[in-house]
């Protein structure tokens, strides 16, 4: 479980932010409330996290253009059905920056400042992913509102493609995280 809570093997997750905005597009291969659905849910995801290191602030900041495929199971036909899911997500990352602030050090010497690294071209890319979640959704008149807590986990790592000894390297980074998901279907 320590894993899950980790996107750097050396950094614990302490303060993550990050919101996803997408559409659902599903076909239910019964004609009935429960059962077995297909799901298509592209998205868009922003992923922002502090880390503070002996007076030193780093911000990671991660953007990613997403399209799950996902099958849900829906066990109850009521007003009120759980289901279970599971999903395949392919995942292009469309920017990764990290902000350094506080005593920096480079090749001129160091002091006080503040700088943005662009990791984005400098690292390799994990593009496929799986989710699995469960959840609810409720029937109102003719609203349902599905709430999810989901696990979305990269299936590989990614670091950056060239290491640099005078400089920073990253690597071993996971894509791994909790996602509590809600929206509007109509």
């Known amino acids: ?3 899950l809570l980790e996107t750097f093997k050396y950094e614990s997750l302490t303060t993550t932010k990050g919101a996803i905005f997408g559409i659902d597009a599903s076909y239910t291969l019964i004609p009935k409330k429960s059962g077995l659905s297909i799901h298509i849910q592209p998205n868009w995801s922003n992923y922002k996290r502090t880390n503070k290191d002996h007076g030193n602030t ?6 990613a253009i997403n399209l799950p495929i996902l099958l849900r199971y829906t066990f109850t036909s009521g007003k009120i059905r759980p289901f279970a899911e599971a999903e395949l997500n392919i995942r292009y990352r469309t920017d990764f920056k990290v902000k350094n602030k506080g005593y920096l050090c480079e090749l001129y010497g160091c002091a006080n400042g503040e700088k943005t690294i662009d990791l ?27 709430i999810t807590i989901r696990l979305n986990e990269g299936i590989g790592t990614y670091k950056m493609k060239e290491l640099r000894e005078d400089s920073y390297y990253y690597y071993d980074i ?6 509590i998901t809600t929206g509007i279907t109509f």
Do not use: H, W
Not at 58 to 63: F, G, M, N, S
Not at 174 to 179: G, L, R, V
């Open 58 to 63: 780093y911000t990671y900041r991660l953007q």
């Open 1 to 3: 479980m320590r894993r």
């Open 174 to 179: 996971k894509t791994s995280n909790i996602q």
């Open 120 to 146: 984005q071209p400098q690292t390799t890319q994990d593009i496929v992913g799986i989710v699995a979640g469960a959840g609810v959704e409720f029937e109102v008149g003719k609203i349902v509102i599905p």
